[in-house]
């Protein structure tokens, strides 16, 4: 079976500082893809990034980036410089097409 | 980009009345379509995978007969909650992938639906 967890629940900082969320799966599967979404207080889900398991080259998107360990089976995303405007839900999933997500992480970026 | 629509974004209705979800890809034919479920403040749970033509598939736990899915065309798949209680009030999203994308393309979810049962 497939699993993700998402550790911290509520993660509260000040702004500019760098944030880490962490993710951790559980997969028997050899091909597997991971993803963050990103969910505001609307509640859309907004995509982050895709990563797939034969690729393991850490990515940076502006302040995101994104570390991935198959060793410790690890997806963790950092924010640099955090702003009010990361204030929202993280989500981390697992899967292809039908996504096994965690429990979420609620990041508040406090002025 | 491709986008995926989903309708009425918000709907009240009193207990013992069925509701119509909607779910739209816009500018691509998805043949399948992915129903998740989201109670306040926890993870999303996915309830079922619309395929167009056929039946869909249910996950465990998932009451067939209460949460309808129909998915007629290639653009368009449907959620009924059939006659719902309060328990069903929640938030629900549908996503597609664009299948020019093949496999790996990106998975596109719907702005979400919130219904609440009174």
């Known amino acids: 079976a497939q699993k993700v967890t998402q550790a911290q629940t509520e993660i509260s900082v000040v702004e500019k500082e760098d944030v880490t969320l962490d993710c951790v799966y559980e997969?028997?599967?050899?091909?597997?893809?991971l993803f963050w979404y990103k969910q505001p207080p609307s509640g859309e889900l907004v995509f982050l990034i895709r990563r797939n398991s034969f690729d393991e080259q850490n990515e940076i998107s502006g302040r995101y980036s994104w570390n991935f360990q198959k060793s410790t089976s690890s997806f963790n995303f950092t924010i640099t410089a955090s702003q009010v405007v990361d204030s929202a839900v993280y989500f981390c999933a697992l899967g292809a097409q039908k996504l096994v997500f965690g429990q979420g992480t609620r990041l508040t970026i406090n002025p | 980009g491709a986008v995926v629509s989903q309708h009425p974004s918000r709907v009240i209705c009193k207990s013992g009345t069925s509701v119509k979800i909607e779910c739209r890809s816009l500018?691509?034919?998805?043949?399948?379509m992915f129903w998740y479920r989201q109670f306040p403040k926890k993870s999303l749970m996915l309830m079922a995978t619309?395929?167009?033509?056929?039946?869909?598939?249910?996950e465990q736990g998932v009451e067939k007969d209460k949460f309808l899915i129909n998915h007629a065309s290639l653009t368009l798949s449907t959620l009924t909650v059939t006659s719902a209680h309060p328990e069903d009030s929640s938030f629900y999203i549908c996503s597609a992938r664009d299948p020019r994308t093949g496999y790996t393309g990106e998975l596109f979810f719907g702005e979400g639906s919130r219904l609440t049962v009174l």
């Open positions: 500018d691509f034919q998805a043949t399948t």
């Open positions: 997969t028997r599967d050899t091909t597997y893809y």
């Open positions: 619309s395929n167009e033509g056929s039946k869909a598939t249910y």
